[in-house]
């Protein structure tokens, strides 16, 4: 899947659009394939350079159009655009589903650009 291809799926998640199973389990299995590649302890991020930004996240509380909003203001990763998304991302909203398998697929996509660091609830 390429980076089209995963904001189409998070359009798709905003519009109430759901996931088949068979597409679940192949986002199940790319994740398990990047983290076993992903070295422990976690490199902690540098201070941002000249133009390169770092954006925390935290607290969405399952609440999808908050992830898709800060997506639409802030950009996607990229190497000058990182993001370290700091736990509680499904507890309590109705869409925590769709903010962990769009966080999933962009980690995925760009494992040395997006960090994670789940609370007790995520796990």
């Known amino acids: 899947m390429c980076i089209r291809d995963r904001v ?5 998640f905003k519009n109430g659009g759901l996931l088949h199973h068979h597409s679940l389990l192949r986002v199940f299995a790319m994740a398990e394939q990047t983290w076993a590649t992903m070295p422990r302890p976690v490199t902690i991020l540098s201070a941002p350079k000249d133009r390169e930004s770092i954006t925390i996240v935290g607290d969405l509380h399952g609440q999808f159009p908050d992830l898709f909003q800060i997506f639409q203001q802030c950009g996607l990763p990229s190497e000058r655009n990182k993001f370290v998304f700091n736990g509680d991302l499904v507890d309590r909203g109705q869409q ?4 962990i398998i769009s966080v999933v697929l962009l980690k995925c996509l760009y494992p040395c ?11």
């Open 8 to 12: 189409s799926m998070m359009h798709h």
């Open 113 to 123: 650009l997006l960090y994670t660091s789940p609370s007790p609830r995520d796990s």
């Open 96 to 99: 925590g589903l769709e903010n």
